[in-house]
């Protein structure tokens, strides 16, 4: 199985709340990525796990958490929603290794902020 | 500054070719990829490139410039369904040893009739 599975697909939130999104593959990668995707824009990457140490961008640091417990899951987590967080949401995922730099992307999550 | 720089739209015709240019400025480069991406559905992998070159996979060819900045995806005997957005993603490796992948906008390209 080479598909890399989102939770869920749609989820409408309301600007103060938390959000939580879900990604899990089981092609046993070590290094699974979280990234924003806005209209127009180009998929801007928020940060990733390389086996359990988690790599966030200098920009979006403080605006969102992760955590992966095992090989196979990787959550995103917004702590407080505001309605700039409103995109797709996609995660993807690779294996470190001789030419294997090639990334799985799931099918997203798009969240609205209201 | 880094970055990853692609035209926004191509249009070519069917049974031509294509040529997606992408531009790009990292400190730590350590590989570009492309990827198709139609509307609605996740990005797909097409190719990876890293020593320069021009890497021939049939219908898709990516060519690599490192001094340059540069590399081009290049679609032969264009089909109406190569009509899609095509991403080019950067690899820049960091100091911790690790890869932060840069993306750039897309090339919305629409092949016609």
């Known amino acids: 199985d080479t598909t890399v599975k989102q939770n869920p697909r749609y989820k409408l939130a309301r600007v103060g709340k938390p959000v939580n999104l879900i990604c899990s593959q089981t092609m046993n990668h070590d290094t699974m990525y979280w990234y924003q995707k806005k209209p127009n824009q180009a998929p801007k990457l928020l940060l990733f796990y390389y086996d359990k140490i988690l790599n966030r961008e200098a920009d979006t640091f403080e605006k969102f958490q992760s955590s992966r417990p095992n090989n196979s899951f990787c959550s995103l987590y917004i702590g407080s929603a505001g309605l700039e967080y409103s995109a797709m949401y996609l995660c993807?995922?690779?294996?470190?290794?001789?030419?294997?730099?090639?990334?799985?992307f799931g099918p997203g999550t798009r969240l609205t902020v209201l | 500054g880094q970055g990853v720089e692609q035209p926004d739209n191509l249009m070519s015709v069917e049974g031509t070719f294509a040529r997606v240019n992408c531009t790009y400025s990292t400190s730590g480069f350590n590989g570009l990829s492309w990827y198709q991406q139609r509307e609605g559905h996740a990005p797909v992998f097409l190719s990876y490139v890293v020593l320069d070159g021009l890497k021939d996979s049939g219908h898709f060819s990516t060519f690599l410039s490192r001094s340059n900045g540069y590399s081009y995806l290049l679609l032969t005997e264009l089909q109406i369904k190569d009509s899609a957005s095509y991403l080019c993603?950067?690899?820049?490796?960091?100091?911790?040893?690790?890869?932060?992948?840069?993306f750039g906008t897309g090339t919305r390209l629409q092949v016609s009739p």
């Open positions: 993807a995922s690779s294996r470190l290794g001789q030419d294997s730099y090639e990334q799985y």
């Open positions: 993603a950067v690899r820049d490796r960091g100091a911790s040893n690790t890869d932060k992948v840069v």
